[in-house]
């Protein structure tokens, strides 16, 4: 048992056996390592995507809020506007009443004008005819008969 190459394959089986020891020791140190370092990247991992979802979550309930204050905005916008056009309407309404009330009134006195007018007339006809009479010397009984023949006709000349 004292050749060489048993001395030499048994120290190599003790070198490869130390060898075997630290580098296993070093080795199974980098997979920890390594598998702490992957463990770390998947919380951090799962910690982002909670962070992302929440944020999601936020942003949803924030869409779903400003959709509805834009419905009740709208909503508003619409009673505003059917308000707006009520009112409107009832100011058109009143507007055309007050034109009619002042076109009636014009009315009524432009009526009273041409009856003033035309009583005027008839007065003025009438001192003309009274004048023509009293100058080609009418007698008396003639001169009455056309006075009340003129104070009869009066109510058909005014109207």
């Not at 030499?8 to 490869?16: G, L, P, Q």
């Not at 309407?89 to 035309?118: D, F, G, N, P, Y």
């Not at 008839?122 to 009274?130: E, L, N, P, S």
């Amino acid at each position: 048992m004292h050749q060489p190459e048993f001395w030499v394959a048994v120290s190599f089986v003790i070198f490869v056996a130390l060898v075997w020891k630290k580098a296993a020791a070093a080795i199974g140190g980098l997979l920890d390592a390594r598998t702490e370092k992957i463990r770390a990247e998947l919380d951090e991992a799962e910690r982002l995507h909670r962070d992302a979802q929440e944020l999601l979550n936020s942003y949803q309930r924030r869409q779903a809020d400003a959709l509805k204050e834009a419905e009740a905005v709208l909503a508003h916008a619409r009673e505003e506007a059917e308000r707006l056009r009520s009112q409107a309407a009832a100011e058109l309404e009143a507007s055309l009443k007050r034109r009619e009330a002042q076109a009636m009134t014009r009315i009524a006195q432009a009526e009273a004008a041409a009856v003033a007018e035309v009583r005027d007339l008839t007065v003025d006809v009438a001192v003309a005819a009274g004048r023509r009479l009293l100058e080609t010397g009418l007698q008396p009984a003639q001169a009455d008969k056309l006075i009340e023949q003129s104070i009869a006709d009066l109510p058909r000349h005014l109207h």
